[in-house]
């Protein structure tokens, strides 16, 4: 079996599907897999949906079917089929044994554009060892078929170079790979535990791939993080202190976005990328309102949230994009404790925003009046750093004041 080194050439795709029930969404599922395929710089030809009761678990497609993608193949010059679901080894042999040309899935491609996007060295350990698991697998029923192929979708990135590697290099590679991804995960720990310290509570921004979760990050404070119309533009979270009218102070964190179908083993791998949102305090739900799957995308966020063990979460869920809305669509959430409108480009709803994140961080700190002691000037300090003094007055009584503390702060500052 000989496969195709593509390095040169622009891959011509077609794409293939298994609709097991009417009215899901494979077709969508189908788009959006043009979408990743056009993003890995391929150019898709066709597609193909077989619809039948389940995946067939030696092909993915039934006997008929492969006839009629070998036809399409020829007909349309193409280089390779890519399929909307992860295949199982067998199924990868099978076809590449029927079909004789590439044969691509979901997973490989969003591994590949994963690959192409990692940019710190976080995320390269990341990607490589996601590819290097889904490879492991795959060179069991493969033999050495696999390590033969050439570039194009699927080699890229830092796996390019293994390719050659046995399963034994492969697995010792793995182990030290993710003794790397120790030592980076304590280090965002350490992070993690300094803004803690500071008394800053913390906002991730989730949502779907392509939402506007880094255009807000941008429009809110200047981050200067890549925005683009392509999936997954972000791999790396990035932190920036927003600093709203009233002094008050939140961290926002820009993470990967989520897509239907994320691989399993990129969900491991990111897991500490992830996870993000599971430290954090409050949980901002960029949607992008105007992608007629917007529903499907809101739940498809929410189910990966519950996956990574996210939960007790302050929601806000941001409804963008609302520049590009004709009507006045009715969007709700009912997992929300706040909906807003908003256009991360233009900045239309955004103060209502930062109201909205005030308003979150006021109801987590108690208020106060008090004297204090004109010896007691440390616990002043105390305010100063991690409160918000509203107002001080010197009085032969002591230093009277009025501020909002948090609640461990509060406990410090005795009665
Ligand atoms: N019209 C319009 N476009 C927007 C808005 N917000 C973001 N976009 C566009 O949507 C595309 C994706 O924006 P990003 O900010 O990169 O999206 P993201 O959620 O960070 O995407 P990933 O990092 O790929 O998951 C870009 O082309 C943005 O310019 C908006 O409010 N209105
Ligand atoms: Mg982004």
Do not use: W
């Amino acid at each position: 079996m000989e496969l195709f080194d593509l390095s040169d050439k622009t891959e011509r795709v077609i794409l293939v599907g298994v609709q097991e029930n009417d009215g899901d969404d494979t077709e969508e599922s189908l788009q959006e897999l043009a979408e990743l395929a056009k993003t890995a710089g391929a150019e898709v030809v066709g597609t193909v949906i077989q619809k039948r009761e389940r995946i067939h678990p030696g092909t993915y497609v039934g006997k008929g079917k492969i006839d009629e993608i070998r036809t399409l193949l020829n007909a349309l010059d193409a280089t390779g089929i890519i399929c909307d679901d992860e295949l199982s080894p067998v199924q990868m042999n099978h076809l590449q044994q029927e079909l004789e040309s590439k044969i691509m899935d979901r997973t490989l491609l969003i591994l590949d554009i994963f690959a192409s996007r990692a940019v710190t060295k976080e995320g390269k350990i990341q990607v490589e060892l996601a590819q290097l698991r889904y490879r492991a697998v795959r060179l069991v029923g493969l033999g050495s078929s696999l390590s033969r192929l050439g570039g194009g979708i699927g080699t890229r990135g830092p796996g390019e170079k293994k390719l050659e590697m046995d399963r034994r290099l492969i697995k010792e590679r793995i182990s030290q790979l993710k003794k790397e991804l120790e030592h980076v995960k304590k280090h965002r720990e350490l992070l993690r535990e300094g803004r803690k310290k500071d008394r800053v509570m913390t906002a991730a921004i989730v949502g779907y791939t392509n939402a506007g979760k880094s255009t807000l990050l941008n429009t809110l404070t200047d981050a200067g993080v890549l925005s683009e119309d392509k999936l997954f533009a972000t791999l790396d979270p990035t932190t920036r202190l927003l600093e709203l009218d009233g002094g008050q102070r939140i961290y926002l964190t820009d993470t990967v976005g989520f897509i239907r179908k994320l691989p399993h083993h990129l969900i491991e791998a990111f897991k500490s990328t992830l996870e993000e949102a599971k430290y954090a305090d409050v949980i901002l739900h960029v949607v992008d309102a105007s992608n007629p799957q917007v529903e499907e995308q809101m739940f498809i966020v929410y189910e990966t949230l519950r996956e990574l063990g996210v939960k007790d979460k302050t929601i806000v869920t941001l409804f963008n994009k609302q520049d590009r809305l004709a009507g006045n669509e009715i969007l709700r959430d009912f997992k929300a404790d706040y909906v807003l409108k908003i256009s991360a480009r233009t900045g239309l709803g955004l103060d209502e925003l930062k109201n909205t994140l005030e308003k979150i961080l006021i109801g987590n700190q108690i208020y106060i009046e008090r004297v204090l002691d004109y010896k007691d000037a440390g616990m002043l300090q105390l305010v100063r750093k991690y409160g918000q003094l509203i107002e001080e007055k010197y009085t032969e009584n002591g230093i009277e004041i009025k501020a909002r503390v948090p609640k461990d702060i509060y406990g410090r500052l005795g009665e």
